[in-house]
T-cell receptor
């Protein structure tokens, strides 16, 4: 059965720490992997990854895909309280309209 | 176990037909949401409901309709007016309008 698993389920860090969130998947005919940030509103799109080994960056956030290991990591450096959110990982299957969402990692950044 | 169910997982329809996607939750959540996920794009909000018998349009409500007659159910109808209905549809719920959202497994709709 196709699935996406995120770890850890929750994480509490202090401002300034660096965190790494993990997403592993078992999806037939992988096409892309997406990361979202969900605060107290609709999820915000962060990254889409399709090629293995190529890092995508946006400010303090970066993500990389490892197709061999069927996984991706999302790194956040110098965390701020505004980074507190649930981070969702989703994988798109090659059929184009089938997505599998993980349950998310809840990140809390304390001052 | 509490959770959100969407059915069916895959749905096929002919162009010009209306189709209704089911979303049920037994989490006792007040708020429910419908999103659309297309390849290469982020989630887009179609409709949301903060409480029974009330719902509001999201960013891309045209061609869709919803109802919220029961707390646990929030069906989405994709009408023939929706120009590009083929997509992956995701339902979510939260305790309140600003709460953590729990997502269903999604329904993939293909219209030919």
């Amino acid at each position: 059965e196709d699935k996406v698993v995120q770890s850890p389920l929750s994480l509490v860090v202090h401002e300034g720490d660096t965190v790494t969130l993990n997403c592993s998947y078992e999806v037939t005919n992988f096409r892309s992997l997406l990361w979202y940030k969900q605060e107290k509103k609709a999820p915000t799109f962060l990254f889409m990854l399709t090629s293995s080994g190529i890092e995508k960056k946006s400010g303090r956030l970066s993500s990389i895909l490892d197709k061999k290991e069927l996984s991706s990591i999302l790194n956040i450096t110098a965390t701020q309280t505004g980074d507190s959110a649930i981070y969702l990982c989703a994988v798109e299957a090659n059929t184009g309209n089938q997505f599998y969402f993980g349950t998310g990692t809840s990140l809390t950044v304390i001052p | 176990d509490g959770g959100i169910t969407q059915s069916p997982k895959y749905l096929f329809r002919k162009e010009g037909q209306n189709v209704t996607l089911s979303c049920e939750q037994n989490l006792n959540h007040d708020a429910m949401y419908w999103y659309r996920q297309d390849p290469g794009q982020g989630l887009r909000l179609i409709y949301y409901s903060q409480i029974v018998n009330d719902f509001q349009k999201g960013d891309i409500a045209e061609g869709y309709s919803v109802s919220r007659e029961k707390k646990e159910s929030f069906p989405l109808t994709v009408t023939s007016a929706q120009k590009n209905p083929t997509a992956f549809y995701l339902c979510a719920s939260s305790i309140g309008p600003l709460g953590e959202q729990y997502f269903g497994p999604g329904t993939r709709l293909t219209v030919t």
